[in-house]
């Protein structure tokens, strides 16, 4: 993975056909995304629950680009390797998620994967401070993790602004995470986010026999920024 601050749209299958990944995944691929989102829940850590390892390593040969994984699990630490293993280019772990995220994004590293640090709505961007250097990417969680297609919550777009002015010159990612739109997406880029993950504005109107809206859903949302 060769870092850049180019805006890349990153399609979460958490809103793809779940009895079709492979196919949904090749089918926004070819529609132009950049990274696939994948969105990993314990029922635990989130109200909800998604799927493991397992269907990572399952899905990971249909992915030709980047496959981000984002974990919303509680612990983090005793299924890093397993995600690693499964072929994941990024892991991001939640700052929320335990006391020990040094350890987490240090274990993270050490597999060889880049490692994301993500931080929920009422999480300030000073939480991120003391790992600037030990991290890839920050995610930046514009809605409540849990569930796709929520409200974005924009008091959440000044945190992106004071994360940016933290980086600095580091080779560090923003992403965004939560009600990604044309409406919202230009919001977060101005404040110098480079990654949109987007799961509701990407699948809605499109299948895999008709993946074309998948299209426009793609280039409506890099034409808004
Ligand atoms: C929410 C997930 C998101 C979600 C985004 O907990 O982390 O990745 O899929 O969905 P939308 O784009 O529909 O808000
Ligand atoms: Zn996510």
């Avoid at 630490?77 to 994941?88: K, N, R, S, V």
Wanted: proline share 7%.
């Amino acid at each position: 993975m060769k870092f850049d601050r180019s805006v890349k749209i990153a399609p979460s299958i958490l809103s793809a056909d779940f009895a079709n990944f492979g196919a949904e995944i090749q089918a926004v691929e070819a529609q132009g995304a950049d990274w696939i989102h994948v969105d990993v829940m314990d029922g635990h850590f989130v109200p909800n629950i998604t799927f493991g390892p397992a269907t990572c390593a399952a899905i990971r040969p249909h992915i030709k680009t980047v496959m981000d994984v984002h974990l919303m699990i509680a612990p983090v630490d005793p299924y890093i390797q397993a995600f690693a293993d499964a072929g994941a280019d990024v892991i991001t772990a939640h700052v929320e998620a335990g006391p020990h995220i040094h350890r987490t994004l240090q274990a993270i590293r050490a597999t060889g994967a880049k490692a994301g640090l993500a931080l929920n709505p009422g999480t300030p961007a000073e939480a991120a401070a003391p790992l600037l250097d030990m991290v890839d990417l920050i995610c930046v969680m514009t809605v409540n993790p849990g569930f796709g297609g929520q409200k974005f919550i924009h008091s959440c777009v000044q945190k992106v602004t004071e994360l940016r002015e933290m980086i600095g010159d580091r080779e560090v990612h923003i992403e965004i995470d939560g009600g990604v739109d044309p409406s919202t997406a230009p919001l977060v880029v101005a404040a110098g986010a480079d990654v949109l993950v987007a799961g509701s504005a990407v699948f809605k109107g499109g299948s895999v026999d008709n993946p074309v809206p998948y299209g426009e859903n793609i280039r409506a949302i890099r034409a808004s920024v």
